[in-house]
């Protein structure tokens, strides 16, 4: 089993390079597969097709940035979002939902870390790191 | 006062929702994720999987959560391939659960090192099999 020519490209269509494209791919699963370094090389491979990636740390255990590139010195200095970005508003059903009270691209200009190959890093947390709550 | 995991997932939930270019989200392990809404948002879930039980038994069940919660395109990544009867296994567990495989990145001892090294394999060394086998992929994927 290779990577399969016959793979479709699903979403190459909505891609245009230069251009700004919502397209949001996800890399999930189990702790210690290696979705890290799957996601560090995709965001660093697709920056350099396309020339701009945002590419976000969602682990509470923070480590894309090594694979990104970013030197280990760094790490403790990475920009993490605060709590305080967060408001709730209503969603239908009585519930409320999390929403950000700044647009995502003020959030990535006020967070995000430049990384190689046109990849900009969002880290969202570090769970247990002080004063972040 | 420690953040808690919840709000990391309550601002991952945010951020994909409203982010307007090009993301790779890298999620937590397992399915904590799942239940604020991320894959909702996403346009492509990649599972990655290994080559042995608990590991294609958790790919299985984010699968089916993103499934659920109405991800478009989701697709597995075979990792850490170190034989034929590898590639076999995942590919057998996942067809039958309506995963389809994007890629199959082999075993590869430039990723320990890079690991080791605290470094991207990409930087470290940018012509071993599995990062050139993660880039094909990708180049197929986006």
């Known amino acids: 089993m290779r990577a399969s020519s016959r793979f479709p490209s699903l979403l190459s269509p909505a891609i245009k390079p230069g251009k700004a494209t919502a397209l949001i791919i996800a890399i999930g699963g189990k702790g210690g597969s290696g979705k890290t370094t799957i996601a560090g090389i995709i965001a660093r491979t697709l920056g350099r097709k396309h020339g701009r990636v945002l590419a976000v740390d969602g682990d509470s255990n923070p480590n894309l940035a090594l694979t990104l590139g970013l030197p280990v010195a760094d790490l403790m200095q990475l920009p993490v979002l605060s709590r305080d970005l967060l408001e709730q508003v209503p969603e239908e059903g009585g519930k409320t939902r999390s929403k950000l009270k700044i647009s995502t691209q003020e959030v990535v200009s006020q967070f995000g870390v430049t990384a190689p190959d046109n990849v900009i890093l969002l880290v969202l947390g570090r769970v247990g790191h002080a004063g972040s709550g | ?142």
């Open chain 2, 1 to 142: 006062m420690c953040r808690s995991h919840a709000t990391v997932r309550e601002l991952l939930g945010a951020v994909v929702a409203e982010s307007c270019e090009l993301t790779v989200v890298d999620l937590e392990a397992g399915l904590e994720n799942f239940s604020r809404g991320t894959p909702r948002h996403a346009d492509m879930l990649l599972i990655v999987l290994e080559p042995y039980y608990k590991s294609l038994e958790t790919g299985r069940r984010v699968a089916e959560l993103a499934r659920e919660l109405g991800t478009k395109h989701i697709l597995g990544v075979a990792n850490k391939v170190r034989s034929q009867a590898d590639a076999n296994a995942i590919q057998q567990f996942a067809t039958p659960h309506g995963i389809q495989i994007a890629g199959s990145i082999p075993h590869d001892e430039a990723i320990l090192d890079a690991d080791r090294a605290g470094a991207s394999p990409l930087d470290m060394n940018p012509h071993s099999p599995a990062v050139e086998a993660v880039q094909r992929m990708t180049e197929v994927l986006a």
